[in-house]
């Protein structure tokens, strides 16, 4: 029961991630470009919700649209004002993503000077239910946090499946060449694909925030590498691949704490990656053949 | 001409891949590029297409200037390029790969119908439709992108190589899908190939480009001296 307990509780922290690493990913997939900043829009999205709810009132249901509203435009914005400008100059293949690196300190800067370097609590009102099934504890917030972020991976797959639009942006993620000989404008579809990603992790911001109870302006960081670890895990730009790469970390972690130590959450996170990425170098899910752009 | 190029200049880098070439393409007629490898044949093409960008010289569409356009953008006033070997998009499904055919229209019901009528014209796409593009066969694949170009309706249909790599029988079927285009359904054909016995006989006229340049051109090739020592070994 104590482990059943505990992988549940490992997907509901997973399930936060999987939402960064599809973002990575997505990016990743279209331009390739690790996207360095991602974790600070993850936590702006965070912040910008918080103050939603502090200036408006309601709940979930406002703090969720708002941020992801505020993270898709943050990063439209990244990729309009340092990503695409430097690559359009055919620099070093590493130039944008230092780019990002940049973009992401000041991001933390800011919001450091404007809500303080201190955690600051999470307060979005939702009437807390707890459950208890057999020996089995679930928290109405546990449930709203899988019900969003699984709610949306589907939504993404129906997108990426079903519409005109998702596949020319896997057609464009496929080959870019081949993209513009069916007249898809991939100038767009890189857009859409920021707005999309960056929106995931906006609303991932919100979740991390109500599980844990508070925000703090670096939280983007350590949330940001997981994520990256996360996309690794499950192969470079597959979607699928992030799902199960989030769930499977999280899951890890929340173990390693039950049956070790919580001083080495992180740690036996990382070396459950390193030792899945020795045998699969390209990850659950990776291919060869996506090394070709 | 629905298809004018005026001393065209392409390269890459300092590298000059094609010089002052002119072509033109009438409606209704299936032009074929021949020359060897490296001639700057495939280079002519992505840069009509778009892919490429015109260092010199003019390309004109229906009478619109479209060089230097984005190629998305001139995809769209109706000019299909068959990428050279087996450009499908190999993540993606038979289907996936059809409709993206048609991204650029927006007669739903018209490109269920168009999808269809592939279907029909190459059978083996519809046992194949849910299947990854990439898992199918050369002769498969390139019959696919024939079909993913035409459900775009193009007003020129331009193929790079399309015989390339692929077993003789197969070879035999692209060129007669390339015959019958033109002749059942009046589409205007801008072939470039290799193999240059077939594409002088399926076209009605014919440029040879060396170096970069075009050395050559008229609608009866096969019988000129040159050509026949140089590219048809007779």
Redesign the interface.
Known sequence: MLLLQQIINGVMLGSSYSLIAIGYTLVFGVLHLIHLAHGEVFMVGAFVALQVVLLMGGGVGVAIPAAAVASAVLGVLIYLAAVKPIMARKGHFLAPMISTIGVGLVLQELATRMFGGEQVGFPVQMESHVWHLGGLTITSVQVVILAVSLGLMLALHLFVTLT?VG??M??TA??M??????????DRIIILTFAIASALAGVAGVLVGMSFNSISPYMGVDMGIKGLAAMLLGGLGNVYGAMIGGLVIGIVEVISVGYLSSSYRDAFAFFVIIAVLLFRPRGIFGST?HVEG | MILDVRDLRVGYGKITAVAQASIEVAEGEIVSLIGPNGAGKSTLLKAI???LPAQAGTISFDGEPISNR???EV??RGI????EGR?T????TVH?NL???G??RTDHKAIAADIERMLARFPILRQRLKQRA?TLSGGEQQMLVIA??LI?RPRLLMLDEPSLGLAPLIVADIFKIVHELNSEEKMTILLVEQNANQALRLAHRAYVIENGEIVLQGPDLANDARVREAYLGI
């Open positions: 005109r596949m020319a896997r057609a496929e080959s060449v081949i993209s513009h000989t069916l007249g898809i404008r991939s053949a | 297409a778009g892919l984005p190629a998305a995809m769209r299909a390029l068959v990428l450009s998009l190999k993540h993606m996936e409709v993206l055919g991204y650029t990439g993913r170009a775009s």
